[in-house]
């Protein structure tokens, strides 16, 4: 073993998720301290990490005042975190003019586009994201459909995991997405669906649903014959299967190992793993 290979038993890379931070300009707002307190989790806990993804509602309205809340509470703990890979999510861009919302939203997470890739430590990464401000809904140009299929192909080998970030769950997928609830989000649903289908060894991280990590359809699986899809919860505020608000801030560490990624929830307000969201993808 070469001494630049992981320790047998040890990942071969790990990355963290976080999506929902909605950062107000309230610097008291329980929003924002949950946002630290999970920076605070990760900086305990990301030793050697690829980077933390987040998956989108950056901020509660796309203002200007709540990005700098954002960069404060970043910069706090900025020289002990792993880079930050942001995603665009309806509550960044819809609800206001799309031109000027989409440049402040590039021009403060550093993002240079609604959708972007990147391949660290090995691992591709692939960030899709709304060309439309629509209010809840995302709409994907038949233009990033396309270059999705290309980036896909880069690297299809099926004993390799991709990773790919979207703010909206697709329809009847992971919890929240069920059409009865009217949480999922996707305008080309069933094209992301025709191309997801070639690449069982993906792995879809959404968000936007908020829903708890503890309900049994966090995970949704592929079965071999498409990606593996995970509810990724809120750091801000939860969602129940009862149709009701709660109080939490939740999230996912993910470990790859050669043959297998772990995907495992953890409670930044407690600092505990969720036992009950631990989940393991073979591939």
Known sequence: ??????????????????????????????????????????????????????????????????????????????????????????????????????????????????????????YHYIFLGTEVGLRTFCDLSNEQLQWLERKLEEQSSLDKPIFLFLHQPLKDTVAGSLESQEWYGVTQDQELKNILAKYPQA???????????????????????????????????????DDEHKAGSQGFYVEIYHEKVLVRGRNFKTGTWIESAQYEVKY
């Not at 968000?207 to 079965?223: P, Y």
């Open 1 to 122: 073993m070469s001494t630049n290979e992981p320790a047998k038993g040890q990942p071969l890379a790990t990355f963290q998720i976080i999506t929902d931070t909605h950062i107000t300009s309230d610097p008291k707002h329980e929003y924002n301290l949950n946002f630290e307190k999970a920076l605070q989790d990760l900086v305990a806990n990301c030793e050697g990490s690829s980077g933390i993804m987040h998956i989108g509602d950056v901020t509660d309205h796309g203002f200007v005042e709540e990005y700098t809340e954002m960069l404060r509470i970043v910069n706090i703990y900025k020289d002990q975190l792993p880079a930050i890979t942001f995603t665009l999510g309806n509550h960044d861009v819809g609800l206001g003019d799309w031109e000027s919302r989409i440049a402040l939203y590039e021009s403060q997470t550093g993002m240079n586009s609604p959708y972007h890739d990147h391949w660290i430590d090995g």
């Open 203 to 241: 792995l879809l991280f959404t968000g936007h649903t908020h829903w708890e990590l503890e309900v049994d359809n966090t995970m949704f699986s592929g079965h071999g014959k498409t990606a593996t899809m995970f509810n990724s919860a809120s750091v801000a505020y939860l969602w129940t299967n």
